[in-house]
Protein backbone atom coordinates (compact mmCIF):
# COMPACT_ATOMS: atom_id res chain seq x y z
CA UNK A 1 0.00 0.00 0.00
CA UNK A 2 2.62 2.64 -0.99
CA UNK A 3 -0.67 4.95 -1.57
CA UNK A 4 -1.28 5.34 2.02
CA UNK A 5 0.53 7.21 4.67
CA UNK A 6 0.24 8.10 8.04
CA UNK A 7 -2.05 10.45 9.05
CA UNK A 8 -3.83 10.92 6.09
CA UNK A 9 -7.04 11.97 6.12
CA UNK A 10 -10.01 9.27 5.61
CA UNK A 11 -13.62 9.32 5.10
CA UNK A 12 -15.35 6.16 6.17
CA UNK A 13 -19.12 5.20 5.40
CA UNK A 14 -21.47 2.44 7.29
CA UNK A 15 -23.55 0.27 5.84
CA UNK A 16 -26.30 2.49 6.54
CA UNK A 17 -24.83 5.49 4.33
CA UNK A 18 -23.56 7.43 7.16
CA UNK A 19 -20.12 8.86 6.51
CA UNK A 20 -17.50 10.22 8.95
CA UNK A 21 -13.90 11.25 8.85
CA UNK A 22 -11.11 10.58 10.56
CA UNK A 23 -7.50 9.94 10.38
CA UNK A 24 -5.08 7.11 9.57
CA UNK A 25 -3.17 6.26 12.50
CA UNK A 26 -1.29 2.97 11.16
CA UNK A 27 -1.45 0.77 8.46
CA UNK A 28 -0.57 -3.05 7.17
CA UNK A 29 -0.46 -4.51 3.98
CA UNK A 30 -3.59 -6.11 5.50
CA UNK A 31 -4.98 -3.72 7.75
CA UNK A 32 -5.60 -0.22 8.73
CA UNK A 33 -6.32 2.08 12.04
CA UNK A 34 -7.96 5.10 12.08
CA UNK A 35 -9.34 7.25 14.96
CA UNK A 36 -12.23 9.69 15.07
CA UNK A 37 -12.59 13.23 16.94
CA UNK A 38 -15.29 12.66 19.09
CA UNK A 39 -15.74 16.35 19.02
CA UNK A 40 -16.74 15.95 15.15
CA UNK A 41 -20.46 16.80 14.25
CA UNK A 42 -20.67 13.39 12.06
CA UNK A 43 -18.83 11.15 14.68
CA UNK A 44 -20.10 7.83 14.72
CA UNK A 45 -19.30 4.92 17.06
CA UNK A 46 -18.38 1.26 15.04
CA UNK A 47 -18.72 -1.84 16.19
CA UNK A 48 -16.35 -4.71 15.52
CA UNK A 49 -17.72 -6.88 12.52
CA UNK A 50 -19.40 -4.08 11.08
CA UNK A 51 -18.83 -3.48 7.75
CA UNK A 52 -17.55 0.04 6.47
CA UNK A 53 -16.23 1.46 3.39
CA UNK A 54 -13.14 3.96 3.18
CA UNK A 55 -11.42 6.83 1.11
CA UNK A 56 -8.52 7.25 1.81
CA UNK A 57 -7.09 10.92 0.37
CA UNK A 58 -3.84 11.58 -0.39
CA UNK A 59 -2.05 14.17 -2.56
CA UNK A 60 -2.82 13.28 -5.65
CA UNK A 61 -5.07 10.59 -5.47
CA UNK A 62 -7.78 8.93 -3.41
CA UNK A 63 -7.96 4.86 -2.80
CA UNK A 64 -11.13 3.44 -1.79
CA UNK A 65 -11.88 0.37 -0.30
CA UNK A 66 -14.24 -2.05 1.60
CA UNK A 67 -13.04 -3.23 4.90
CA UNK A 68 -14.66 -4.79 8.20
CA UNK A 69 -14.24 -3.60 11.69
CA UNK A 70 -11.80 -6.39 13.71
CA UNK A 71 -11.43 -4.10 17.06
CA UNK A 72 -12.19 -1.10 18.40
CA UNK A 73 -8.79 0.40 20.32
CA UNK A 74 -9.59 1.80 23.80
CA UNK A 75 -8.32 5.21 24.41
CA UNK A 76 -8.96 8.70 24.66
CA UNK A 77 -9.74 9.24 20.94
CA UNK A 78 -12.13 6.70 19.66
CA UNK A 79 -9.73 4.71 17.05
CA UNK A 80 -10.17 1.63 14.95
CA UNK A 81 -8.29 -1.76 13.73
CA UNK A 82 -10.17 -2.37 10.33
CA UNK A 83 -8.82 -5.84 8.18
CA UNK A 84 -10.71 -7.91 5.51
CA UNK A 85 -9.78 -4.96 3.17
CA UNK A 86 -10.79 -5.32 -0.35
CA UNK A 87 -12.24 -4.02 -3.56
CA UNK A 88 -9.59 -1.62 -3.86
CA UNK A 89 -10.79 1.57 -6.37
CA UNK A 90 -8.77 4.36 -7.57
CA UNK A 91 -10.72 7.68 -6.78
CA UNK A 92 -10.66 11.20 -8.55
CA UNK A 93 -9.21 13.87 -6.08
CA UNK A 94 -10.58 17.05 -5.85
CA UNK A 95 -9.35 20.52 -4.92
CA UNK A 96 -12.83 21.83 -5.04
CA UNK A 97 -16.39 20.98 -3.97
CA UNK A 98 -18.96 19.91 -6.63
CA UNK A 99 -22.22 20.72 -6.78
CA UNK A 100 -25.09 19.04 -8.84
CA UNK A 101 -27.24 21.37 -10.59
CA UNK A 102 -29.18 21.76 -13.85
CA UNK A 103 -29.40 24.82 -15.77
CA UNK A 104 -29.39 25.63 -19.04
CA UNK A 105 -26.30 27.41 -20.44
CA UNK A 106 -25.46 28.47 -23.78
CA UNK A 107 -21.47 28.10 -24.66
CA UNK A 108 -18.45 28.12 -27.58
CA UNK A 109 -15.67 26.25 -28.31
CA UNK A 110 -14.36 28.41 -30.78
CA UNK A 111 -11.07 29.55 -29.53
CA UNK A 112 -11.19 32.58 -32.37
CA UNK A 113 -14.18 33.60 -30.70
CA UNK A 114 -12.36 33.49 -27.43
CA UNK A 115 -9.00 34.88 -27.79
CA UNK A 116 -10.97 38.23 -30.13
CA UNK A 117 -13.59 38.83 -27.77
CA UNK A 118 -12.67 41.33 -24.61
CA UNK A 119 -15.62 40.56 -22.36
CA UNK A 120 -15.42 43.92 -20.19
CA UNK A 121 -15.53 46.46 -23.48
CA UNK A 122 -17.24 44.02 -26.40
CA UNK A 123 -20.04 42.72 -24.55
CA UNK A 124 -21.49 45.90 -24.46
CA UNK A 125 -21.42 46.88 -28.49
CA UNK A 126 -24.75 45.08 -29.92
CA UNK A 127 -22.55 43.83 -32.88
CA UNK A 128 -20.48 42.07 -30.38
CA UNK A 129 -23.66 39.61 -29.26
CA UNK A 130 -24.86 39.21 -32.71
CA UNK A 131 -21.09 37.82 -33.68
CA UNK A 132 -20.95 35.64 -30.20
CA UNK A 133 -24.51 34.13 -31.09
CA UNK A 134 -23.55 32.42 -34.26
CA UNK A 135 -20.77 30.40 -32.49
CA UNK A 136 -23.19 29.65 -29.03
CA UNK A 137 -24.30 26.31 -28.75
CA UNK A 138 -27.02 25.07 -25.70
CA UNK A 139 -26.47 22.24 -23.17
CA UNK A 140 -27.02 21.49 -19.60
CA UNK A 141 -24.97 21.78 -17.14
CA UNK A 142 -24.74 19.21 -15.11
CA UNK A 143 -22.84 20.33 -12.08
CA UNK A 144 -20.29 23.10 -11.21
CA UNK A 145 -17.23 23.60 -9.29
CA UNK A 146 -14.39 26.17 -8.41
CA UNK A 147 -12.11 24.40 -10.84
CA UNK A 148 -14.92 24.23 -13.70
CA UNK A 149 -18.38 22.41 -14.82
CA UNK A 150 -19.85 19.76 -16.51
Not at 8 to 20: F, L, M, N, P, S
Not at 26 to 53: A, C, R
Request: charged share 25%; aromatic share 8%; proline share 3%.
Amino acid sequence: MDWMVLNAKIQITDEEGKTTEGMVTDFTEKTVNFSIPSDDVNFKLFHTGEKIECLVIGKNKGMRFDGVILERINGPIPSYHVGHLSNFKEAQRRNNVRVSCSNLVYFTADRDVISNLSFMSDLNNPNAHSRLEKNLKEAIMMDLSAGGLK
